[in-house]
């Protein structure tokens, strides 16, 4: 039935599609037609027109499309020759290539009004129809995607059935658009790319490196207490230890290009593992010292084409938090789980719900033997059962080096554990077990929040840019309301650094409200304002982003419960 | 008087490679001779020979040079024709080739016993004036430092007036060769090089990476408090940002060979400055932002020649504790006040002293305008004056784009502060002043401890490994007299644990006797001896790793006492 439904609404959206080539046909008459499908909400289609079109000429587009839904004109069908169907769109030559292409002796036509579209169909009825739409935006679009072929200009549209379902779409689209990291990045002063330095480059500014210090810090924590060892490795190493490791054979169109040093090449690193293994090589292991776990913040460099780049999402440089575990294959099972429990505590601690867990096995092309591989993968699943944690198994959906668990969310990628039967043997990372002999050792990738840049993006999406207490660049703004209460908004300002509290005091000559207006564009989950009663009885008023009032009180009992909140990692902002 | 007597024990140490000469050929009748000057506290002589020399040669060339000291034969100078001196030399190849090289008609030959040599002398009378001397080592040696050219085997000893002088000097090398930090990084596990990642880049082991961690806690926490703000910026950068920088131009033999990314060069940062140039210039700044400090613990990439890389010290990639203030002039003398404070606090925390400082002025190729270098001169020598600091002029000795400060350790570099004329102008840095106009910033590079590399090797040196409690990996290491008191040493390890202390309890089935021997090996401050007296009394017996024994005493007074030692980042390990 949904998916009825669903295929009812893609074939409106692609009839939406040739309605609104009909609109822009009556516009420019000399227009040439690329292709117009339905997409995911909607539709869109590639014009080849006279002049470029502006966000202003949407309208009348619309106003268009309009006159020809009420008129409620038939969408008409029919069958000809490709040769009749060359003469008919003689003018048309992106059309033509596509009638050249078409393997069939015969192709389809659909007519709607004075609009003739080469299609396979299907479409609706009649264009009355068509329920509820939108036009969104204009870009430019390679025809067939080529960038040696003409742009063309793409109209994205949305479509429902209801004006209620747009409206909720709608609504859903702008705030997204609110909750856009590099929108909120570029107005909380976070982060910048430049073009200068090379796309893809992220430069933490103060505030953006506030947060990630103290979320490095707390993953830092997280780990020693759970018996990581942090390490760090350079991030250059000889190419020959990548074409030993494989990754030069399978990961070549990601890795940079070599420089050369004194003979030899070198790459700037694309994981962190091969530092890490060589540390571990360093000294011999008996089967008493494993696990071994070792957690770096590593800054790795991969190549990604400039245009799939986005934001702090897709980049070209990225600090993962990286660890691999070296244990025996009979302490996988708990480090997996250990690895996992981790992980469930960071997604908690973050604030992240509606996960999906997916246990990918064996592809076709695969390192190792099949038997362990097996191994492996029962033992993934068992320490997922032991957590309590429900899963989908992907199959074939492993890396080619083991198989692998990922815990996903919408807008984060989530934490990834990946089991290696490849590079132990390339490296003969091995431990002497209790039989006296040497065993290669069971080796785990494993990232939870994935990299810092990555998961800030996903920070700023999921909070909307207003972080929790513990995360907030600044945590209070202290707004004396005249001149004369400047010193006691300084003292509190001091009180507060001198706890470990970021707060600032907004010394400027402005009106109270104008300060209190910048606090909250800021996101600044707390302002302290203070005037003649808050000095006279060693109080603050306090208000939060939101707006909201909190009754005055007593500066210390406000900076116990702010160092309450932070100590606590608290996701609300209410004061006990 | 004290140069006249150098230039005495030289001569007499350059007498003593003849001698050194003399005794190798009554062993060796068939050996060739490349030179043999003196050099600082000895002298070397350079031998083509038969077989390889060893260690266990060197004792017996001893003997031999003491009977030739003994016999007190006299050294005697004779100039002959090179005609004379080439059939003299005949079967002296590498004597033969210096004979050419030397322009005058004659050369002077000097003669004892039955060693003749080339040179220019002058000698002692007679081998009886040698005085304390000792062979140290055998090195391989390009003639005339050529990989060309054949190796020879260089012999090092060294030569003192008296056997006292002698003493103090081998005990001196004896000290350095234990606190050398690639020995003492090898024993306490701290670090590793590998020839397969490429030399000279530093692999940072879980124990030399705690130590790193701890530093760079308390470097970034005395930033903040100080008003810097952190920042990160990634480690590569389009070429051309280097072009515009003058780095391409003034450092391209330390800057590694660019690498290729659609078309457009990239290179590995060697420097963090054009980062936070980018990072400031994101936004328009007012006269009353400035200054703005951005500090990163940026790692560079700087190329060396693999001949000079040394353990820790001498490295290609290293993380600067970088930090680059940005001010109007009118605030720099305040600026470099600030970085000098925070310079000498940094010193004092680590326990150096024995500094000298230096300010280096306009050398003779320099940017920027005369006038505004000795402006710029006049406010560092204030700043100094101001911070009750002495210092030498350094004339002509600063960095070309700007005059510096140095304060210099033995051992260590030390901070470093440069004002730059150069960058500003290059990147237009600017802020709009008080009357309106945009204006250059003044911009200053500073580091506080160097680089984490070479500030370790230093601290090793400093330290000899003993690190003070704060910083040593591994705090107390608590020992089960018997497997019956285990319980209870896991309990007081927990317990340090779960208050921040590094504790480990060594739960091995060994003798107490060689679990301490253990822990003084790895220099670990405190050691915690525990048996059924402190069991039954929730004491510890206190070792220092000196192998003081402090008197038994309750186990939360001790956990109060170590915790305030790290606190207070303590020196000493006397408790309180």
Redesign the interface.
């Known amino acids: 039935m949904a998916s009825k439904d669903s295929e009812k609404l893609e074939i409106m959206r692609h009839s939406a599609a040739h309605v609104m080539a009909e609109a822009v046909l009556s516009i420019f008459p000399e227009a040439k037609f690329g292709i117009g499908p339905a997409i995911e909400n909607g539709f869109y289609y590639d014009f080849d027109l006279p002049r470029s079109l502006t966000v202003d000429d949407l309208p009348l587009i619309e106003s268009k499309m309009r006159e020809i839904i009420a008129a409620n004109v038939p969408f008409t069908r029919e069958e000809v020759t490709k040769k009749k169907a060359k003469a008919l769109f003689a003018d048309q030559p992106y059309k033509l290539e596509l009638i050249d292409e078409i393997p069939d002796a015969k192709v389809s036509l659909y007519q709607e009004g004075k609009f003739l579209d080469l299609c396979r169909g299907p479409h609706i009825g009649s264009t009355g129809e068509i329920g509820a739409f939108k036009l969104l935006s204009i870009a430019g679009a390679y025809w067939r995607g080529d960038e040696k072929r003409p742009m063309l200009q793409r109209v994205y549209g949305v479509a429902f059935d209801t004006e209620e379902a747009l409206a909720e779409h709608l609504n859903k689209l702008d705030e997204a658009a609110k909750r856009d990291h590099r929108k909120l990045g570029k107005e909380l002063?976070l982060f910048?790319l430049?073009e200068?330095?090379?796309p893809g480059?992220?430069?933490?500014?103060?505030k953006g490196?506030?947060i990630?210090?103290i979320i490095e810090?707390f993953w830092?924590d997280e780990h020693i207490k759970r018996g990581y060892?942090?390490?760090?490795?350079?991030?250059?190493?000889?190419l020959?230890?990548w074409k030993t490791s494989g990754h030069w054979e399978f990961y070549r169109d990601y890795l940079?290009?070599?420089?050369?040093?004194?003979g030899?090449e070198?790459?700037?690193k694309p994981m962190n593992c091969?530092?890490h293994i060589?540390?571990y090589k360093?000294?011999h292991h008996s089967y008493r010292e494993l696990p071994l776990r070792?957690a770096e913040l590593g800054?790795v460099?991969r190549?990604e084409?400039?245009g799939v780049l986005h934001g702090l999402s897709r980049v070209?440089?990225f600090?993962q938090d990286d660890a691999h575990i070296f244990c025996r294959f009979d302490q996988l099972e708990d480090e997996v789980a250990g690895v996992l429990d981790l992980a469930m505590f960071m997604v908690d601690t973050f604030g992240f719900s509606d996960y999906q867990i997916f246990l990918s096995t064996r592809p076709e092309k695969y390192a190792g033997d099949t038997k362990v591989w097996e191994e492996a993968t029962d033992t993934l699943s068992r320490a997922l059962t032991r957590q309590g944690l429900e899963y989908s198994v992907d199959p074939g959906e492993g890396v080619f080096y083991g198989p692998k668990i990922d815990i996903k969310f919408e807008g984060w990628q989530g934490p990834t554990i990946q089991v290696d039967f490849n590079l132990p043997s390339r490296f003969d990372v091995s431990y002497t077990g209790e039989d006296g002999q040497e065993h290669l050792v069971a080796m785990v990738h494993r990232t939870v929040l994935g990299s810092m840049e990555r998961f800030l993006a996903s920070l700023i999406e999921h909070y909307a840019g207003a972080f929790p207490v513990w995360l907030a660049p600044v945590q209070a703004m202290v707004i004396p309301i005249a001149d004369r209460h400047l010193d006691y908004a300084r003292k509190l300002e001091a009180e507060l650094k001198n706890d470990g509290v970021r707060a600032e005091a907004d010394a400027r000559s402005e009106t109270v409200n104008l300060k209190i207006r910048r606090a909250q564009l800021n996101k600044i989950p707390y302002m302290l304002v203070v005037g003649d009663k808050e000095v006279q009885a060693s109080t603050v008023s306090v208000r939060l982003r939101s707006g909201e009032k909190i009754d005055s009180q007593p500066f210390a009992s406000f900076k116990k419960s702010i160092k309450a909140a932070i100590a606590s990692r608290s996701a609300g902002l209410q004061l006990d």
């Not at 480059?201 to 103060?206: G, Q, T």
């Not at 060892?229 to 000889?238: E, F, L, S, W």
């Open positions: 002063d910048s430049h200068e330095a090379g480059l992220v430069h933490w500014h103060p490196a506030v990630r210090r810090d830092k060892d942090i390490v760090y490795t350079p991030h250059i190493a000889k020959n230890l940079y290009s070599p420089m050369e040093v004194e030899q070198y790459i700037i091969l530092g060589l540390i360093t000294s070792y800054t460099y190549y084409r400039s070209r440089g600090t």
